[in-house]
């Protein structure tokens, strides 16, 4: 079946540091792969998306390159800022009888200290 | 318009009480859902609806009934509830296999 792989948090940096989080899935198909932020006390936002191999989606800093060799979908941004700090969460969908229903990785506690 | 609106924002209610949560998109979107998220968890999928029919149930306790009245509502009609299903709620919607967008979601408290 369809699943997401995230690293483990929560993860620590200081302004201005490099991020990378780690996202592998397992499809059975050929699947859009999602990146969303949540912030506290709030619903979840889409940060950025991509449908095709070797696609890269990027938003507000924020990039991530659909890997389909790796099956991977890390996300990078080059400088965080304390406002980055947030749960992210990895997430794919598929066609056919799921609907469009989507997959998530376990999420991962972003803080960004000052 | 790409917003998912839902009401209310918080909700407190007794194991006896029977309460409802609505959820309200404009933008055309034939698939709507309902989630569960549980504090320092990810969402978990409870329902799909696909032009307005129920399409997936993840089995789900009946003590949660979903009711979409038309295209732009999906409510999730709650009675007998317990303790545990104190979470986070959410809807999103979505068209194809565009993005889905996700309301702010209830906050619900099971006294």
């Known amino acids: 079946g369809d699943s997401v792989t995230q690293m483990e948090g929560p993860v620590t940096l200081s302004e201005e540091a490099f991020l990378t989080i780690n996202c592998t899935y397992t499809a059975t198909g050929y699947p859009s792969l999602f990146w969303y932020v949540q912030y506290p006390g709030e619903g979840l936002q889409l940060l950025l998306k991509a449908t095709k191999a070797d696609d890269k989606g990027s938003n507000k800093g924020f990039e991530a390159t659909y890997r389909k060799e790796t099956t991977s979908f890390h996300l990078e941004k080059g400088s965080v800022q304390v406002s980055d700090s947030a749960v992210y969460f990895c997430?794919?969908?598929?066609?056919?009888?799921?609907?469009?229903?989507?997959?998530f990785g376990r999420g991962t506690q972003l803080t960004v200290w000052p | 318009d790409t917003e998912v609106t839902q009401t209310p924002k918080h909700l407190v209610m007794g194991m006896t009480n029977k309460k409802s949560l609505k959820c309200e998109q404009h933008?055309?979107?034939?698939?709507m859902y309902w989630y569960k998220q549980k504090a320092k968890k990810p969402p978990e999928l409870m329902f799909v609806?696909?032009?307005?029919?129920?399409?997936i149930n993840e089995s789900v306790p009946s003590r949660f009934s979903p009711e979409c009245p038309n295209s732009s509502l999906l409510n999730l009609h709650l009675h007998a509830l317990q303790p545990e299903d104190s979470a986070l709620y959410l809807c999103?919607?979505?068209?194809?296999?565009?993005?889905?967008?996700f309301g702010q979601g209830t906050r619900l408290t099971v006294v």
């Open positions: 997430a794919l969908s598929e066609r056919g009888s799921t609907l469009g229903r989507l997959y």
């Open positions: 999103a919607s979505s068209q194809d296999l565009a993005e889905a967008f």
């Open positions: 609806y696909s032009y307005e029919k129920l399409s």
């Open positions: 933008m055309g979107h034939r698939a």
